[in-house]
Structure formats: structure tokens, C-alpha cells
């Protein structure tokens, strides 16, 4: 049972793992990939079919151990890194303290390679998990206080930024990610509490429950890490998706206006296949239509306004809708004034005040237009609009 729950563990972590590997040139995202890869290795060497190979390969006994608990120590250290990126607060970014913190971790792995390699050499005696004897002070004595030390340390550490940093995150499923790394960073305590008894007892109840322990710890690091690295891609494909939606309205106003964009529009196809800077692309388009709208609406005359209002029904309609429906209705009507040559008017109405207070519901208010833009209403008054305005023109 318990393989079967550290098999499927490392299968979640290598699978994002694989699937992640750009997360390496993130520094936001590289942490996170690193933990997930380090927690699958230590999953992998808690088999017992790889333990066993191990053994028969190497010929060193207990070596699995000596390197599960190293990459312990560097998830340990890896979450740390990843709470401090997180929470950032100015008493732990300064250059000294970083240095500290990397020579408590450096001074800790050296020791206990070297306390074990004296402790395999010697042939000391030891309990199973490679547990030293209670009663004794030995060389594997030092290695498991140096292990437990830090451990207790950094993980103590991480689990308070984590609590603290909680109420400070907006979005929900990065959100959802901290929390459970501050409850697995809290149980994690849990475990190694029940290692600091183990030294001392001779109790065979402490084992297991360190292991059930432990097991929930990985759990909650596993989903919390595959939620925080895939969040980012989440975006990217939300960011595509708003690109595809804008498209038809973006389109249009950098035809008529090629002033407005850096970039001139592409196919549909083509846009529709570009994946990469999605966020950028986004950014972009929602300012080109934006500086469109400011240009555009010095071709709407007090009479084509009335007429719009007049032929868009008010009662299947929201204010929202109503109003996304007549931006996009005067917007048609513009491009096709400016299109035939018509002048600009002389006082322009002010008909660009309504859209975001930030990017968010900018994207939401232009989103609205464009989904207007398309409809079969504002087609038919837009063109019954455009008729008139062609032959009296």
C-alpha cells in the first residue's frame, strides 16, 4: 500500500515535471519545478524495488537513505526560497543573510555525508530507516541531529511565511497552492517531531506513524506545486483565448487606423496558431483597440446616435449589453463614415468614457464589445445606418 501511494506520487510529479520544463527559465516558476523533481527522486528511492537495486548495484548499505534525506534537505531549502520569493519581506533579502542561510545548508549536507560515511565504514549498529541505537552517541548520532537541526529550522521557517503570506494572495488557486503548502510544511513538523522520539525510544509505533505523516506531507507538496507551476499556463491559454475573442474587433480598427499597432494583422489562422507571449499579445491589443475607440468616435454624428439607440431593443438587453452593443454599432458606423471619406465632426461626442479601472476589467468591457460586434443585430443596424450615410454622401 504504501508503494502503490508513493508510486502515484511520483507519477503526479514527473508528469508535471515533463510536461513543465520551460518552468526551468522562470525564476518564479524554477523553484517549484525543482521541488517536484527533487520529491519525486526521494518518492522513487523510498521503493522497495529500487531500494533493493540500489543495494545490489552500489554495494553500500543504506545509501538510499543518505540520499533520500539530502533531497529532503533540498526541498526543505527549495520551499524556503520559494516562501521568501512569495512573501518578500525587506528583513530577508539582504546579502548577508542570504549567504547565512546558504552556508547553514552547505555546512549541513557536508556533515552528514561525512558523519554517515564514518558510521557505514565503522559498520556502527543502527535500527531500521537507518535510526541509531537510543542510548549511544555516535557518529550517526550527529548525522541525524544535523538532519533533524535544520530541518526542523528551515520547515519551521517556511511554514510561518506561508501562514503569513495567505491573506496577501488575490488569485484563488495560488491561493489554494500556499495553503497547502503551509498545512503540508505544518504536518511535515509533525513528522520529524516523530524522528526526534524515535532517537530516544525504542517504540514501534513511531515509525509508522512518521510514515503516514510523511506521506501526507508529499501529497500536499505534489498537488500544491502541480497547481502553482500549471497556474501559469492556465494564464497563457486564457491570455490566447481573449486574443482569439478581440480578434475580429482589433482587426478592423488597425486596418482602418495602421497607426495604432506595432504589428500589422496577421490571417486568422495564423493568430489563432501563435501561442507564445500571450500575455504581451493581449496587453498589446487591448491597448490598440482602446487608442481605435479615442480615434474612431470623431466620425459619430448626434443623429447616428440616436438612430443606434433607437434600433437596439432595451428590453432583452442588459446596461452592460446595451452599452457594449452601442460601442460596437457606432464603431461600425464610424469605420465606414471614415472609409467613404467623410469628415470628422467638429465637436465630438463623448462616447469612450465607459471600459476598465485596470487591465481586468478593461479586458472584461472590451470583451463585451467585441462579443456585440459579431452579433446579427448590430450587423443589420449598423448597415441600415451605413445605407443612408453612403447615398447621402
Known sequence: MDDMVRLGLFILCFIVVLARIPAVWSRQQRPLWLVLLMLGLGLTLLLKSVTQGIRHLVGIPYLESLASSLLAVGVATTLLMFALQTSRPNEYQSTPFSHLRYAWCTLTVMTMVITFSITVSQGTPHRDRFLPTPGTFTAHTVYWITYLLYMVGVTTWTAVLFWRCIPRIHSRLLRAAVLLFAIAESAFLGFLATRVVAMFSSS???????????????????????????????????????????????????????????????????????????????????????????????????????????????????????????????????????????APVEDPLDLVRRGGVDAMTELRWLREVADAWSSPLINDCAAAINLVQSESH
Open 204 to 342: 514501534p509505533k513511531t515509525l509508522p506513524l512518521g510514515m503516514y505523516v510523511s506521506s501526507f506531507h508529499s501529497v500536499g507538496i505534489t498537488i500544491g506545486c502541480s497547481i502553482a507551476i500549471i497556474l501559469p499556463l492556465k494564464r497563457s491559454v486564457a491570455n490566447w483565448r481573449h486574443c482569439a475573442t478581440l480578434y475580429p474587433l482589433w482587426k478592423a480598427l488597425c486596418e482602418a487606423l495602421p497607426h495604432i499597432t506595432l504589428n500589422p494583422p496577421r490571417t486568422k489562422l495564423v493568430d489563432t496558431l501563435t501561442l507564445r507571449n500571450s500575455q504581451l499579445r493581449l496587453h498589446r491589443r487591448l491597448i490598440e483597440i482602446r487608442d481605435g475607440l479615442l480615434i474612431m468616435h470623431d466620425w459619430i454624428t448626434p443623429e447616428h446616435l440616436n438612430q443606434i439607440h433607437a434600433a437596439i431593443p432595451v428590453a432583452s438587453l442588459t446596461d452592460d449589453q446595451r452599452e457594449a452593443a452601442t460601442t460596437a454599432c457606432w464603431l461600425k458606423v464610424a469605420l465606414r463614415a471614415k472609409e467613404i471619406g467623410c
